[in-house]
C-alpha cells in the first residue's frame, strides 16, 4: 500500500469528470487501498479517487473518531437516488483545498448506491455527516468543488490564498 500525492487547487486535472468503473478488480481494489492510506496519512476523513490524479469514480471515507476503532468504507459509482429538501450547514473543508474553510448549505438527507470494496451492489441511507460527506464527494467525481457552492468573492479570495502559499512552499532559498 503506497501513500499518494492529493492534487490541490488550482491543478486543473481536480476539475475533470470522473469515469464510472466497470469492474471492481484487483487493480481497484489497490488503488482503493492506496487512497485510504493516503486518506489517514493527510489526514482527512473522505477521498475521491481524482484527488490523487485518477480521474475513476471511486471514494473512500472514515467517520469514525479518533478514540474509536477505524472504519473505513468504499464507494464505487455512488450515486444519488434522493435527497431531503431540509438543508443542513457544516463547515466543510478540502484536502485538496489545504487549511480553508466555509460554511456549505447541503440537503441533510440522502439516499446513494455503490458498489462496495468487493463489487456488491449496496444502498445506503445517509443523514449528517455521512450525507455532507458523500455530496461533497460525489461533487469532487463531477469535477466540482466546495467552494463551487461559496459566492464569486468568497470562492476567488479562497483560490487566491491557497495559490500563494502554494508558491511560497515551492521556494527554494539555498
Ligand atoms: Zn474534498
Redesign the pocket.
Known amino acids: 500500500m503506497a501513500i499518494r500525492k492529493i492534487l490541490t487547487i488550482p491543478d486543473p486535472i481536480l476539475r475533470k469528470k470522473s469515469l464510472t468503473v466497470d469492474k471492481v478488480d484487483k487493480e481497484i481494489k489497490s488503488l482503493m487501498d492506496d487512497m485510504l492510506n493516503t486518506m489517514y496519512e493527510a489526514p482527512?476523513i473522505?477521498?475521491?479517487a481524482i484527488?490523487i490524479g485518477i480521474p475513476k469514480r471511486i471514494v473512500v471515507m472514515d467517520l469514525s473518531k479518533d478514540t474509536e476503532k477505524k472504519n473505513p468504507m468504499f464507494f464505487v459509482n455512488p450515486e444519488i437516488t434522493w435527497m431531503s429538501d431540509l438543508k443542513s450547514t457544516y463547515e466543510?473543508?478540502?484536502?485538496?483545498?489545504p487549511n480553508q474553510f466555509a460554511k456549505i448549505d447541503r440537503p441533510e438527507k440522502c439516499n446513494f448506491k455503490f458498489l462496495d470494496y468487493d463489487g456488491n451492489p449496496k444502498e445506503l441511507k445517509a443523514e449528517g455527516l455521512l450525507s455532507t460527506c458523500i455530496q461533497?464527494?460525489i461533487?469532487?467525481l463531477n469535477g466540482v468543488?466546495?467552494i463551487d457552492h461559496l459566492s464569486k468573492l468568497k470562492k476567488d479570495i479562497i483560490i487566491k490564498k491557497v495559490s500563494k502559499e502554494k508558491k511560497e512552499a515551492e521556494r527554494v532559498v539555498v
Open positions: 482527512g473522505g477521498l475521491a484527488q466543510e473543508g478540502c484536502l485538496s483545498i461533497h464527494e461533487d469532487h468543488l466546495f
